[in-house]
C-alpha cells in the first residue's frame, strides 16, 4: 500500500510541476520532472538515515556508521533514480495526451 501511495504522489506532484512548467512557457521539463520525483525523495530518505543514524544506532565501532552511511546513500540513490524515471514517464505521458488532443489548424 505504501509503495502505491508513493507513486501516485509521485504521478501527481511530476504532472503538476510539468503543467506549471510547460504553463509559464518553460518547455525543457524533463530533467525538471525526473530530479521533482527524484530528488524530494532522496532528500526524506537522507533525512531519515541520518536520523536514524544519530538516534536510533548504538554506535559499536568507527567503521559501522560509515558502511551504514555508504550502503544507505547507495540504496536512497537507486530509489531516487526509480522514483524520477517514473515522474518522468508520467510527464510524458501527460504531455504525449495534452499535445496529441490538440488540432492543427
Do not use: H
Amino acid at each position: 500500500i505504501t509503495a502505491s501511495l508513493l507513486f501516485i504522489v509521485i504521478f501527481e506532484t511530476s504532472i503538476i510541476s510539468t503543467y506549471l512548467r510547460l504553463n509559464s512557457g518553460d518547455y525543457r521539463w524533463q530533467w525538471k520532472s525526473f530530479f521533482i520525483g527524484g530528488g524530494s525523495i532522496f532528500i526524506y530518505l537522507m533525512t531519515y538515515t541520518i536520523y536514524y543514524l544519530i538516534f536510533k544506532i548504538k554506535k559499536v565501532d568507527v567503521i559501522s556508521p560509515i558502511l551504514y552511511i555508504v550502503y544507505a546513500t547507495t540504496l536512497n540513490v537507486l530509489v531516487a533514480v526509480a522514483c524520477g524515471s517514473f515522474a518522468l514517464v508520467s510527464s510524458s505521458w501527460f504531455v504525449f495526451s495534452i499535445y496529441s488532443s490538440m488540432k492543427n489548424e
